[in-house]
Each structure stands twice: as structure tokens, then as C-alpha cells.
């Protein structure tokens, strides 16, 4: 049976480490896609949980303040004021699909920063984890740990993994998703990207519970302001 996302409310969306059932957290979303229920198991989303929808375009972006992996602390409204912003949400360092994508944006760095773009990663893992992916992808762009999920919940990516998902993601993680977690579940982004312009409004939003599909360097470009 396909559902379509109704009615976003991002202060719903904060409340998604509560307990729903799959309805009523597709009810609280808004015309982002529309989803057959019962086949987002298959990309390790618990739909006992709030379903993440994600953030439409025409929306303005969630301000958050953080601190990235050189120990520089930022306020994301005081970077777009002067850049776009390609803000991406990934699941961790032993994500290789992950790990292609934040390869590919470090690679392209250079033609994003004369676009005037910023780049900034957001990431569920503690710092362990994101000092992996950096080396890793010798990454010169900020990347953000997320272990509150507090900037995961305001854009609308969070979901609860099913306990088989996590149990398999863990046996190659090196730093395990559930490590600061009282229960074996991890807490993990649909890998979003959005493209945020200079008056703080996203301008482009790929959002997609399925994992393997993922925000392309020529398709950020396209939007450019």
C-alpha cells in the first residue's frame, strides 16, 4: 500500500526518539515522496519509529552552532551568509557508499569553493568515528559529530535502525553506532544533501531512504545561484 507524506512540523520532528507506529509517523511528514511502508525495512529504517521525511525545498535551514573535527566551531546562518552551502548527512565511517560520496566532494573541493560553495558533513558518530572518515577521505571541508542528533532531528533525517541492520553494520564498524547507546539499536541519518543559499533557504534537497542513491557533484552545480 503506498502512503503519501502529509504536514511537516519540525518541532514533530524533534520528537522522533519517542515510540510511534508507522502511520502516525507518516502522517506527521509533508509531501517529500511518497513510500511503500513496508519496504523501508529493507534499508534498516524501524518503522516502529517517526519515519523521517526530510526537509523540501523552499524551506529555510535549521540554524545549529558546532564544532568540527580541526576544533573549529561555526554558526551555520554566519556561513551562508557569504557562501551556498552543500550540507550532507552520512551514516559513519563504515559506510562505503558514505565514503565514495564524502571522496568524490573532497575531490571536487576546489571547483565547489570557486562556485563559493561551503561544504559541511553531519554524522551520528562520535569524534572517534569522524577522525576515521577525515583521514580516510583527507577531507579539507568541516565535518560535524552528531551524537545528539539534535541537527539529524531538525532536518528530518533521523531514523532508528532495525536491530538485524544494526547487528550487521557493527560487525564492520570499527567505532560501533551504538557505542554511547543504552540499547543495541543504532540512530542513523537518511543521507541527505541540501544545498542552502546566501538568504538561508534550501534552493535543492536529495533525500532518499534508500542508501545507495546519493546527491551527485553535477547536480549541486545545476542549482547554483
Known amino acids: 500500500m503506498k502512503y503519501t507524506i502529509q504536514s511537516i512540523v519540525l518541532m514533530l520532528l524533534l520528537l522522533g526518539s519517542h515510540r510511534l507506529s508507522a502511520q502516525e509517523g507518516i502522517q ?18 524501524d518503522t516502529g519509529y517517526l519515519v523521517p521525511a526530510g526537509l523540501p525545498t523552499g524551506m529555510y535551514a535549521p540554524d545549529f552552532y558546532a564544532t568540527d ?40 573541493l576546489d571547483l565547489l569553493e570557486d562556485n563559493e560553495i561551503k561544504v559541511i558533513a553531519v554524522t551520528p558518530e562520535s569524534m572517534a ?9 583527507n577531507a579539507r571541508f568541516s565535518i560535524v559529530s552528531d551524537t545528539t542528533h539534535i541537527i539529524l532531528d531538525a532536518y528530518g533525517v533521523t531514523f532508528h535502525a532495525t536491530e538485524d541492520y544494526t547487528e550487521r553494520i557493527e560487525k564492520s564498524a570499527i567505532i560501533k553506532p551504538t557505542e554511547d547507546l543504552a540499547h543495541h539499536q543504532a540512530i542513523l541519518p537518511v543521507p541527505a544533501t541540501y544545498l542552502i543559499d546566501r538568504g538561508g533557504e534550501i534552493i535543492y534537497a536529495h533525500f ?17 545561484n
Not at 88 to 100: E, K, L
Request: proline share 1%; charged share 25%.
Open 69 to 108: 573535527q580541526r576544533g573549529e566551531s561555526f554558526r551555520l546562518s554566519d556561513i551562508y551568509k557569504d557562501h551556498q552551502v552543500v550540507l550532507m548527512f552520512y551514516r559513519g565511517h563504515w559506510c562505503s557508499i558514505c565514503n565514495a560520496q564524502l571522496q568524490k566532494l573532497s575531490d571536487s
Open 28 to 45: 506527521r511528514a509533508e509531501n517529500v515522496y511518497t513510500v511503500d511502508i513496508e519496504d523501508l525495512t529493507q534499508y534498516g529504517i
Open 129 to 137: 568515528g569522524v577522525s576515521i572518515m577525515s583521514r580516510s577521505v
Open 208 to 224: 532518499d531512504p534508500n542508501y545507495r542513491k546519493r546527491a551527485s557533484i553535477r547536480q549541486i552545480l545545476n542549482f547554483l
